[in-house]
Each structure stands twice: as C-alpha cells, then as structure tokens.
C-alpha cells in the first residue's frame, strides 16, 4: 500500500484541504480472495490542527470493490462511500508528517460486508439466483401449518399441583 503521507507542518491553523485518487493495489488484498479492489480510492479531506497534536480528518472517501457472494458465487459490484468520513489521528512531539493511508484502508474495509450476497450490491434491481433456495419456509407455508411449541405446551407430562411451572 503506497502511503497517505502529508506534512503536518504544511496544515496551517484553519485546515488543509486535500483531494485525490490512489491505485488500485491500494488495499493490498490476496489476488483469489473473495473481496477484491475493482478501483482507485477517491478522497476529498480536511485536515484540521487539534489540540495536544491531535490532527482531525473529516470529508469523504469512497472506493469501488468486486466481491464474490457467498450464494451463488458470483461477482458483484459494491461501491463503499464513507460520507461524513471523520478521523483522528495523534501524533507525537517532533513528529513532521502523518500517513492517513492505513486508517482510510480500515475504515473502508471495515464497511464491506464480511458474508456479501449479490441483491445487497450497487445493483439495485439484481436478485440473487440462489435466494430462494436459502430461505427457511415458514411453518404454514411448510405445509400443515403445525405449531410444534403449541402442541409441546398442550403436553401434561405428569405435572403435580403445587410445583413449579
């Protein structure tokens, strides 16, 4: 991952703003993993001078991904956008620069669905092939319509008056 690194020295007093777009490889991700970057992360910041070194980060960073659904296996476009995106990010007496990089990287991936399914992705009108064959009937719709609590609940099994129920 090529870092985010900006010169804490160049933030005057009333903000810095920054704008941009990384490569793709920006996410570091294995090649046969299930999640892959599909482009370059795009991000549109204010960095801000707290106080006691503290530097805040607040605008908007948004990055395309391919990822695999775990149904059908089939790929599908999801287009993560953090906007308001805000970070704080501490530094140290004598520190001169600050990488936004590695926070930007967690914070997106953070925001992918760890079990995807193709109907959640930026298609809107996609349906999942396999949906259906995952859905749990409901019991009526089971056929019979057979409440299985209920007839437990109608079950005396030799309760005595007086205990517990």
Known sequence: MKPLVFDIGEIPHDGLE???RTD???FEL???DDIRAAGPVDYHLQL???EDGLILAHGAVSAPFALRCVRCLEEFPLHCRLDPYFA???TEPGQTAIDVGGRIREDLLFEVPSYPHCDEGDDADRACPM???FETPSAEAAGGGSDAWGALDQLNLGAKKGSND
């Open 24 to 26: 793709g490889d920006f």
């Open 30 to 32: 294995p090649p046969d």
């Open 88 to 90: 704080e990010f501490e």
């Open 131 to 133: 949906g259906a064959a």
């Open 48 to 50: 801000d001078r707290g």
């Open 18 to 20: 920054i704008e941009g």
